[in-house]
């Protein structure tokens, strides 16, 4: 049988680091959660340490290799697979993340190997990170939501507790299989409005970013994720204020957004509002139309 993990080299001595998890597959809105990992990766440096067996866990017909093809010579395939990789953050913190394709199957068997391998590692902490679409305005901070088995962790963070029952991805199991080994999980999930959830939105990546940065008590620098937040809110800014009418909707989903948060309720309150999906329809609409004409 297979080894369920190809170590590059040794595995690394490490003081109490955390994990950092976004494994690509489920709900990313604006691959927020996927910029603010390259992003986190980027910025400690990371390198993998460890390999995940590929055929153990990916269906390569769903995600078939990539093959380098040069005048008819086929020079390499590049195959998809999940990775783990230590890094530190500028303060020396060690940081190990977890990153790649989500599994296709053997999930229970893949919680159990991550699980093991940070016990093997010592961390102390996971965090998943992600992001979904949302009635929400771009003209407003992007709001943060969270999931964790354990009480404690969530009664640890300001962000908000969502009831509902939804199906679930890798992360989830995950914070699972860290709780019974005794490491804290939290799950972290970044807001994007409706209407831009098909581009980059750097704002709700460089969000991500910062919530790991104050719950894992990090230093990353993130400089260039907020730059290109400035500029996106800039574009989004321009394109809606050419139209009257989508302003004024933009303006009705503000009004209902802060009320809603003033209410303390912003989940029900914002997708009770009636017109946040009209309007995010509406404007998404808008959007692409001036994204193809390259305005």
């Not at 998890?21 to 691959?31: K, R, Y």
Request: with cysteine.
């Amino acid at each position: 049988m297979r080894p369920p993990i190809r170590i590059d080299g040794e595995l690394p001595t490490l003081h109490e680091p955390v994990l950092i998890v976004m494994l690509t597959g489920w709900i990313d809105a604006s691959a927020a959660a996927f910029g603010a990992m390259e992003a986190i990766k980027k910025g400690t440096d990371a390198q993998r340490i460890v390999t995940f067996d590929p055929d153990s866990f990916i269906d390569y017909r769903v995600r078939r290799p990539m093959m380098e093809l040069r005048d008819g010579k086929n020079n390499k395939l590049v195959w998809s697979a999940p990775e783990m990789y230590a890094g530190k953050d500028d303060n020396d913190r060690d940081v190990l993340i977890l990153c790649g394709p989500e599994p296709d199957s053997a999930w229970l068997y893949f919680a159990d190997v991550v699980g093991d391998l940070c016990l093997k590692l010592g961390v102390v902490k996971m965090f998943g990170i992600g992001a979904y679409p949302f009635a929400a305005p771009h003209t407003r901070p992007p709001q943060l939501s969270c999931t964790s088995p354990s009480e404690v962790a969530l009664a640890e963070v300001p962000f908000i507790k969502s009831s509902a029952d939804v199906p679930a991805g890798m992360e989830s199991v995950l914070e699972h299989a860290m709780q019974e080994r005794g490491i804290q999980a939290l799950g972290l999930w970044g807001q994007v409005p409706h209407y831009v959830s098909a581009m980059p939105y750097p704002a709700a990546s460089a969000a991500l970013v910062g919530a790991v940065q104050m719950v894992a008590g990090l230093s990353i620098d993130v400089a260039d994720l907020r730059a290109e937040a400035v500029l996106q809110r800039e574009r989004i800014d321009k394109l809606v204020s050419g139209n009257a009418e989508h302003l004024q909707m933009v303006q009705q989903l503000e009004t209902a957004f802060d009320e809603a948060v003033s209410a303390g309720n912003i989940i029900a309150d914002t997708q009770s509002s009636g017109s946040g999906d009209a309007i995010a329809d509406e404007i998404e609409s808008f959007l692409r139309e001036q994204n193809d004409l390259g305005n």
